[in-house]
């Protein structure tokens, strides 16, 4: 599968869908993201049904300040318009094996119910 490059007009309704959105905020300058990319890209290849998303932080810089992106490279994981992960360096393939199956885990009602009670509390 295709490896999306998101920009401002589209990182919302990208990350908003339904099912598993992963996101690879990253520089060309940056040795760590260079490291990272191909481990990315073979799990795109291997998880068809998610979508693979990548953010270039010098082109899109105010949508890098506005995900509170301090250090790339940052992966970032959706699901169902949610974000459950994130977390600056470079995974080996390994651990984002681990965190794929992490993200089909999870219970995603309870998800839901965690975040209503985070939101009553803030209000």
Not at 23 to 46: H, I, K, L, S
Request: charged residues 20%.
């Amino acid at each position: 599968m295709a490896i999306t490059a998101l920009t401002e007009s589209t990182f919302e309704r990208v990350v908003r869908g339904d099912g598993i959105v992963l996101v690879d905020f990253w520089a060309a300058w940056c040795g760590p993201c260079r490291m990272f990319a191909p481990v990315f890209e073979q799990a795109a290849t291997a998880h068809p049904d998610i979508v693979f998303g990548k953010v270039d932080t010098e082109t899109q810089r105010n949508l890098a300040a506005a995900a509170g992106i301090r250090s790339i490279p940052t992966l970032m994981a959706f699901r169902d318009g949610i974000p459950v992960f994130s977390q600056p360096g470079a995974l080996p393939a390994k651990s984002l094996e681990q965190l794929i199956a992490a993200v089909r885990a999870l219970d995603m009602d309870q998800v839901r119910a965690q975040v209503a009670a985070a939101q009553a509390k803030s209000a």
